[in-house]
């Protein structure tokens, strides 16, 4: 307080910012193993389609839950073939040709952590041979596919579920409670970072030593993208090459828009996108950048989404509202959050300019006009949120799903919500490639540089 010494007005405010409102443990859904086994009629036959990097380390958690058996899988590196019945434990029939799956009638469903051009290609086909479909992140490669794949599912009266677990998150789930109890007020500007700092998190995957065109069938592996001689690197790293992924976005944005739609209840993609950044360090070959910053225009709030493979800088969020701001711990698995709240009021006489025996006479009169009388200070507290230490939201992810397609009702992260999150991520490539903004025409389903 410059005019004067600290009121008790400023005395409460300071003393009571770093007070804790209270801290409370996310309590998660409880899925227990069954005391029995499960029995046939109850339980649901799964196959997988490409056990790789993302698959080998999910499918371990989809068997272990109660009333899911893994029957099969379909595979074109003999590497990953062996991962499969590894991780089942049983000598499972593995195809290279996925349409013998769809043909199988005592299969349920197919989990496809497939490279993103294979995505929609093999979800129409398994809603088109009766199967329900859990598909990782990003829903699709181009925009088109997005309707596709919504229009394939609404025929065919079929599951699909986008693999952004963010929707099945506890953390998420209570975000949004708060954010509908309209927590932070008017949502003015969202901001996101992650940072990675080595080559594997850059997407330099090691390539296996037993990788040749005869333990792996290249050529079915191209699928729809241009036709290439065989390449380690390529199918190794294939998330370096737009060919096959979409870089920064797909991978890695799409972690934040999912959380951050879900969240806030949006059901579609923003209105406008602008991207920077460029290829600084990881020039191996790849043509993805490795540090991306995209800025998006939703309706009455701007995000600003920043991803760098260059430097470890941890990963969250900040939600900017008029009544305070809500921070996250992480993003595809966040730790917790909280919220600290601002009143948005003056705290203080506002009188800049102002002759000096002016502005004292007027701040005497606003102190006693504002300070508050003893005991009656509202404090300027913070409201923790903690998830549970062992807590995984890729479980309950997988839970949502099996349960949708046991009792038919809509999946969490559905084909309709998956695509305005993949729309944003092809946004933010659109607008980088291209050097202009990306501007959404929902009439026409299409990206623009303009509505003109």
């Not at 005019?3 to 309590?27: P, Y």
């Not at 992650?194 to 990788?211: F, K, Q």
């Not at 993609?269 to 600084?280: D, I, N, T, V």
Request: charged letters at 20%; aromatic letters at 10%; glycine letters at 10%.
């Amino acid at each position: 307080m410059s005019h004067k010494g600290m009121t008790r007005r400023g005395f409460m405010r300071t003393t009571a910012g770093g007070t804790l409102a209270g801290s409370f443990l996310l309590e998660p859904r409880q899925i227990a193993a069954s005391p029995r086994p499960v029995p046939p009629s109850d339980t649901v036959r799964l196959a997988i389609i490409g056990c790789g990097m993302r698959g080998g380390g999910v499918l371990p958690t989809a068997i272990g839950l109660p009333g899911v058996e893994c029957v099969a899988a379909c595979e074109l590196w003999d590497g990953r073939a062996a991962l499969a019945r590894e991780i089942v434990g049983k000598p499972i029939p593995v195809t290279r040709h996925y349409e013998e799956l769809l043909d199988r009638k005592d299969i349920d469903c197919i989990y496809a952590p497939v490279p993103d051009h294979w995505h929609c290609k093999i979800v129409t086909d398994c809603c088109k041979a009766g199967k329900d479909v859990y598909v990782e992140k990003p829903m699709t490669h181009t925009v088109e596919e997005g309707f596709e794949i919504i229009k394939a599912a609404s025929d065919n009266n079929r599951i699909v579920q986008v693999g952004s677990q963010e929707p099945s998150s506890v953390a998420y789930q209570k975000m949004k409670e708060l954010f509908a109890q309209n927590a932070l007020g008017n949502l003015c500007l969202v901001e996101a970072q992650m940072g990675r700092n080595d080559y594997c998190g850059a997407w330099g995957y090691t390539i296996p030593p037993t990788l040749s065109p005869e333990t792996l069938d290249w050529n079915t592996w191209l699928g729809s993208a241009p036709q290439r001689p065989f390449s380690k690197v390529r199918w190794t790293r294939w998330r370096c090459f737009n060919d096959y992924g979409e870089g920064i976005p797909g991978d890695l944005f799409v972690h934040h828009l999912t959380g951050i739609h879900y969240a806030l209840g949006l059901t579609d993609p923003p209105k406008r996108a602008f991207s920077q950044g460029g290829l600084y360090r990881w020039k191996d070959g790849r043509d993805a950048p490795d540090v991306m910053t995209t800025v998006y225009d939703y309706p009455g709030f701007s995000l600003t989404l920043r991803v760098t493979l260059n430097t470890d800088t941890g990963e969250g969020f900040h939600f900017m509202g008029e009544h305070g701001i809500m921070s996250v711990d992480g993003v595809e698995n966040p730790s917790g959050f909280s919220i600290t709240p601002q009143d948005g009021l003056n705290h203080d006489p506002c009188t800049p300019g102002w002759p000096s025996a002016m502005e004292q006479n007027y701040a005497r009169q606003w102190d006693e006009d504002h300070d508050p009388e003893p005991g009656t200070a509202k404090l300027t507290a913070t409201t923790s949120y903690q998830v549970p230490e062992d807590y995984d939201s890729t479980r309950d992810h997988l839970w949502n799903f099996f349960q949708s397609v046991k009792t038919r009702q809509p999946s969490i992260e559905g084909p309709e919500f998956g695509n305005a999150c993949a729309i944003a991520c092809h946004m933010a490539n659109y607008s980088y490639f291209n050097q202009c903004p990306a501007i959404w025409d929902a009439d026409a389903r299409k990206i623009k540089t303009s509505l003109a």
